[in-house]
């Protein structure tokens, strides 16, 4: 943890950013927790989350469609753009 932490961290929530309070509630809904906590919860299984979807895509037992199948899975469920690279091998004859 940074030694030079602020005491608080603020989201603007005005102005078109009302969506970001929706989510904040769901989050404190979803976890249990009181909104500072789902923040912080939200944060640390973003990151969790992410790198698991990684690290199946990157399973090499996968076919390319089964791959290409699970990203437009996670596609749907999570606000990052998911590629799924080509993977070509040269089998020695």
Same mark, same amino acid.
């Given at each position: 943890?940074?030694? @030079?932490?602020?005491?608080?961290? =603020?989201?603007? !929530?005005?102005?078109? @950013?009302?969506?970001?309070?929706d989510? $904040? +509630?769901?989050?404190?809904?979803?976890?249990?927790?009181? =909104?500072?906590? /789902? %923040?912080?919860?939200?944060?640390?299984d973003?990151?969790?989350?992410?790198?698991? $979807?990684?690290? %199946?895509?990157?399973? !090499?037992?996968? !076919?390319? @469609?089964? =791959?290409?199948?699970? /990203?437009?899975?996670?596609? =749907?469920a999570?606000? %990052? +753009?998911?590629?799924?690279?080509?993977? !070509?091998? %040269?089998?020695?004859?």
């Amino acid at each position: 943890m940074a030694d @030079n932490a602020p005491q608080s961290v =603020r989201i603007r !929530t005005g102005e078109g @950013n009302e969506y970001r309070l929706d989510a $904040i +509630d769901r989050a404190a809904e979803r976890y249990d927790r009181n =909104r500072s906590d /789902a %923040v912080a919860c939200a944060c640390d299984d973003a990151v969790r989350l992410l790198d698991a $979807i990684e690290d %199946v895509l990157g399973r !090499t037992d996968l !076919t390319h @469609n089964q =791959r290409e199948e699970i /990203a437009a899975r996670f596609d =749907r469920a999570v606000s %990052v +753009d998911i590629e799924v690279d080509l993977l !070509t091998r %040269v089998c020695d004859e």
